[in-house]
Every structure is written in C-alpha cells, then in structure tokens.
C-alpha cells in the first residue's frame, strides 16, 4: 500500500485467505536491553534503483517464533541514518513503510527529502521488517499481469508460494513486527522513540503505540489505516471514488474540459469496446527498450488506471491517455503505461510477507454482503479483489495476532495524521475514523493529493515542528491547504499552465 500494488498483485495479496484458527499472541513486554549492535558503513536502496543512500547497517538477530526463543533464528537488517547535529536529540524517528511487503531501506528513498529537516537533529533508524527487503524475504511466484485468475489458479498459487517460502508465514505478521521495532529500539538504546508509518505501515505504527505506549513519543501516520478496518472490501470503492474525484476536477479545469468534454462516457465506452475482448498492441518495452508485443485487456486497463490514480502527477495523464484509447483507438500509450507500472512494481513487494499479514488481520473479518456486491459492480474495479478474498483457498495458515488487535487503538500520545483528499486507497475517512479514539490528534486533508503526502508542499516542514516539539499544539498547518494538484495533460507535449 505505500507505493500502490497492480491488480494482478492486489489479487493475489487479498485473496488468500485461510478460515482456520489463528496463533495468540504473548502479551507484549517491554525490551530487554541489549548489547547495541555493530553497525557498519552501508549502502541503502532497492538493488536496481539509479540512487542509493550512505547509511550505517547491523543486522540484529530474533526469534523466528517469539514464543519459542530458543528455535530458529532470523536477522532483522536495520539501517542508522544518523543526526546530523553534533548532539542529537534522544528521539530517534523510526521509519515504517507499507505495503504490507515493503523493505523500509528501499522504501525510504523515494521519501528521503522530506525527512531530511527531521534529521537535522533526529537519527532515523529503518527496518526492515520481518518478511521483507534483508529481513529473510518472503516471496511468491509472479502470476501473470492484468489476468482474472479462477479460483483454482487461486489455489495453486498458494500452494506454490508456501513451498517457495524460506519461513513459517505465521510468524511474518504485524504483531511479532511490532515486537521486532521495540528490540531494535531497546538494542539502539532509545527509551522513546518517534513513529512515521505510511499506509499499511500506519497499522504497524498503531499497534506498537498500542502495546508500548511508554516507548512512544510522536506518531506520524501517512494515508491512514485504522486498527479495526479490514482491508479489502472497500478497495474497489476507494479507487472508484478516487478516480471520480479526478475526473471531476478535470471537468473544472478549463483546459482539460476543453480537451476531453466527455471522459466519464469515454471511459465507460472503453470498458464496454474491452470487455470479454483484448487488443494486440505491438510496442517497445517501456523499461528495456525490446520489441514485444501485448495483449491490452479491461483487467489491465483498471490496473494502470488504479496506480495512476495514487499520485497528482501520474493522474493528470489519465484523462489524455483514456481519450487517446477510447476515441482515438490508439492503445500504445496506455499499453505502455500499464507496463511500466506493473513491471516495477513487482519487484518491490514481497509477497509471501503481504499474503501473511492479509490473510491473519483482514480476511477472517470480511463478511458476506449482498448490498456490498453490488455496490462494487458498479465500480470500475469490480468484485474480483473480494471475491479473491471471499472464494479463497484455505491452505493459508493463520498467523500471530494479538486479541485486541482489530480494537481501535485508544491513546494520547500526540499524533499527526496526514491524508490525500483523491487517495484510492485510503482516504480521508479513514483518518477520521482512528481519530476517533486518539484524544491528542490532528488530521490534515492535502487537496487534490492521493496516496502517502509527506513530501508535498509545506507538509515536511509541519511534520518537522511536530517531531521537535512532540505535540500538536500550536503546529502551524494552515499552508496544508494551498497545496495545489499537478495539472492535466491535454496533449503528450505537456501539462497545461
């Protein structure tokens, strides 16, 4: 959920789910003091990515199966980035990233610079969480891009993942994670530490307020999901709602009005010309450069239009490239586009980790509604992301989880919670419900943003001032609201003025 998962992906993270019964968790405890690892000069960063960062790296070793400490053994890799300031504060700010399946050290770069006041006088420590990046990686078989799969290929797939996995997926769930961030937290020396979580890694950041509240000073959450919220029936909602919420704003700029009068229609008239059909697009590979040639599919189609929708700036092509296909019948560009998407993408998530995490915490909680149903045929998504969940196989074993764990989290601890007003993943209603319950909260809205908005406008600098002061009040926020969206691209030359 940071950076946002292809359909193919999302199909196969949500639906996965097992029905048997789940592990209990031990109460958590406070940790133990520890030896401070032995950190070391390092590279950060996804192992293809243009940029890497200097950083220093340890690996920490913990149970496997936190019950039973004296059994197998993984190591968390963790990455110290250190205050620049000669004398930092005590805090440290730990970094938590989404997915669920993304690495925090590869993670952490495309967010760098709106880090970079915090770090003035704040180490940042990322970790990778179990399942994830260095911390014994739990990955799947890659199913084919934009294809419906039957629930036998369902099935199939998790049979294959779990013997492909290098770990007991029980164990690879957000409590243990939680429990994992306090030993990193108590070997680094930190009585209290700093929380920034975005999407997926806003769940990680509550439940760690929850179960160590004494160790938590500040929590940032980024794109917010609450403690008691399932992920998975309100995907296709979430994106349709996104997805009219651009249109509409294209309908009240000039320019893009000017250019695409009817794009609700044509975007409808493309989903009926590919429904139950496909179209042969011939095309260079948008990351390679070698000749391929693609069948382009609705399947597809929602795919790439779903991770546009996740950022102002991929989003203000949506209207060009539904024009080009829907009226002009020129699929290249959005051919092009849903791969470049996809292709990227399937390299930053793990998996095995995701389906772990999903199966234990969202699936054995979504119920069966009817009215629900059809309210999701009339998205562009459809029902396939909770059929996927609801027609699961039920070989995926249930994981650790703590009983409380789908409660709201009830705190006072000051807490910051940044959403996009267009987000499709998790909008502004989300923040509102977890704010419910945390008395010393403040919820901003960055218009026309969509999904994690930490390094838009002035939020960096609001986000700083609430790290160093630790508190909500008297945060200067009001320049929130002047953040303004990318603007449409009426043609391939560029956006308009």
């Given at each position: 959920?940071?950076?946002?998962?292809?359909?193919?992906?999302?199909?196969?993270?949500?639906?996965?789910?097992?029905?048997?019964?789940?592990?209990?968790?031990?109460?958590?405890?406070?940790?133990?003091?520890?030896?401070?690892?032995?950190?070391?000069?390092?590279?950060?960063?996804?192992?293809?990515?243009?940029?890497?960062?200097?950083?220093?790296?340890?690996?920490?070793?913990?149970?496997?199966?936190?019950?039973?400490?004296?059994?197998?053994?993984?190591?968390?890799?963790?990455?110290?980035?250190?205050a620049r300031a000669?004398?930092?504060r005590p805090d440290?700010?730990?970094?938590?990233?989404?997915?669920?399946?993304?690495?925090?050290?590869?993670?952490?770069?495309?967010?760098?610079?709106?880090?970079?006041?915090?770090?003035?006088?704040?180490?940042?420590?990322?970790?990778?969480?179990?399942?994830?990046?260095?911390?014994?990686?739990?990955?799947?078989?890659?199913?084919?891009?934009?294809?419906?799969?039957?629930?036998?290929?369902?099935?199939?797939?998790?049979?294959?993942?779990?013997?492909?996995?290098?770990?007991?997926?029980?164990?690879?769930?957000?409590?243990?994670?939680?429990?994992?961030?306090?030993?990193?937290?108590?070997?680094?020396?930190?009585?209290?530490?700093?929380?920034?979580?975005?999407?997926?890694?806003?769940?990680?950041?509550?439940?760690y307020l929850r179960?160590?509240?004494?160790?938590?000073?500040?929590?940032?959450?980024?794109?917010?999901?609450?403690?008691?919220?399932?992920?998975?029936?309100?995907?296709?909602?979430?994106?349709?709602?996104?997805?009219?919420?651009?249109?509409?704003?294209?309908?009240?700029?000039?320019?893009?009005?000017?250019?695409?009068?009817?794009?609700?229609?044509?975007?409808?008239?493309?989903?009926?010309?590919?429904?139950?059909?496909?179209?042969?697009?011939?095309?260079?590979?948008?990351?390679?450069?070698?000749?391929?040639?693609?069948?382009?599919?609705?399947?597809?189609?929602?795919?790439?239009?779903?991770?546009?929708?996740?950022?102002?700036?991929?989003?203000?092509?949506?209207?060009?490239?539904?024009?080009?296909?829907?009226?002009?019948?020129?699929?290249?560009?959005?051919?092009?586009?849903?791969?470049?998407?996809?292709?990227?993408?399937?390299?930053?998530?793990?998996?095995?980790?995701?389906?772990?995490?999903?199966?234990?915490?969202?699936?054995?909680?979504?119920?069966?509604?009817?009215?629900?149903?059809?309210?999701?045929?009339?998205?562009?998504?459809?029902?396939?992301?909770?059929?996927?969940?609801?027609?699961?196989?039920?070989?995926?074993?249930?994981?650790?989880?703590?009983?409380?764990?789908?409660?709201?989290?009830?705190?006072?601890?000051?807490?910051?919670?940044?959403?996009?007003?267009?987000?499709?993943?998790?909008?502004?209603?989300?923040?509102?419900?977890?704010?419910?319950?945390?008395?010393?909260?403040?919820?901003?809205?960055?218009?026309?943003?969509?999904?994690?908005?930490?390094?838009?406008?002035?939020?960096?600098?609001?986000?700083?001032?609430?790290?160093?002061?630790?508190?909500?009040?008297?945060?200067?926020?009001?320049?929130?609201?002047?953040?303004?969206?990318?603007?449409?691209?009426?043609?391939?030359?560029?956006?308009?003025?």
């Open positions: 959920m940071n950076r946002p998962m292809s359909l193919h992906t999302t199909a196969l993270l949500y639906g996965l789910a097992a029905f048997t019964a789940g592990v209990q968790a031990a109460p958590a405890a406070r940790s133990a003091p520890a030896a401070k690892p032995e950190f070391h000069e390092c590279q950060i960063g996804a192992e293809d990515a243009a940029e890497r960062q200097q950083a220093f790296c340890a690996t920490i070793t913990v149970p496997e199966d936190r019950q039973h400490p004296d059994g197998r053994k993984i190591g968390l890799h963790v990455a110290w980035l250190k000669s004398v930092p440290a700010l730990f970094f938590i990233a989404g997915g669920p399946g993304q690495a925090a050290t590869e993670a952490f770069l495309e967010e760098a610079p709106a880090f970079d006041r915090v770090r003035s006088e704040h180490d940042i420590v990322l970790v990778d969480q179990r399942g994830t990046g260095g911390s014994n990686r739990l990955d799947c078989p890659q199913p084919p891009a934009g294809i419906q799969p039957t629930d036998a290929e369902i099935a199939a797939a998790a049979q294959a993942c779990l013997r492909h996995l290098p770990g007991d997926p029980r164990f690879y769930t957000t409590t243990v994670a939680v429990q994992d961030l306090d030993t990193v937290r108590a070997a680094m020396g930190y009585a209290q530490v700093d929380l920034y979580g975005i999407s997926y890694g806003t769940r990680v950041a509550l439940q179960a160590f509240p004494d160790s938590t000073r500040a929590v940032v959450l980024d794109g917010v999901v609450p403690a008691d919220l399932a992920l998975g029936p309100d995907v296709s909602l979430d994106a349709q709602r996104a997805l009219d919420l651009i249109f509409s704003r294209c309908g009240q700029a000039p320019g893009c009005k000017q250019a695409f009068p009817d794009l609700a229609a044509n975007f409808s008239a493309l989903q009926q010309d590919l429904d139950g059909r496909s179209v042969s697009v011939s095309l260079r590979d948008p990351l390679t450069g070698a000749p391929r040639t693609e069948q382009l599919t609705w399947e597809k189609v929602a795919t790439a239009v779903r991770l546009m929708s996740y950022q102002s700036e991929t989003a203000a092509l949506l209207p060009l490239l539904i024009h080009q296909a829907a009226v002009q019948h020129d699929y290249l560009p959005l051919m092009s586009t849903a791969l470049l998407f996809t292709d990227q993408l399937q390299e930053s998530f793990a998996q095995g980790m995701g389906v772990a995490v999903v199966c234990t915490e969202d699936a054995p909680f979504i119920s069966d509604d009817a009215q629900l149903q059809k309210q999701l045929h009339d998205t562009y998504l459809g029902p396939s992301t909770l059929d996927s969940i609801v027609k699961s196989c039920r070989v995926w074993p249930r994981g650790v989880m703590d009983p409380d764990f789908k409660q709201p989290v009830v705190s006072a601890k000051p807490v910051l919670l940044l959403s996009g007003e267009d987000d499709p993943i998790t909008p502004p209603s989300n923040a509102e419900r977890a704010a419910r319950t945390l008395s010393n909260s403040l919820s901003l809205v960055v218009p026309g943003q969509g999904h994690g908005n930490v390094f838009r406008g002035c939020v960096p600098r609001v986000m700083t001032d609430f790290i160093d002061t630790g508190s909500i009040k008297g945060l200067d926020a009001a320049c929130v609201k002047d953040v303004k969206p990318f603007p449409f691209f009426v043609s391939f030359s560029g956006p308009t003025p």
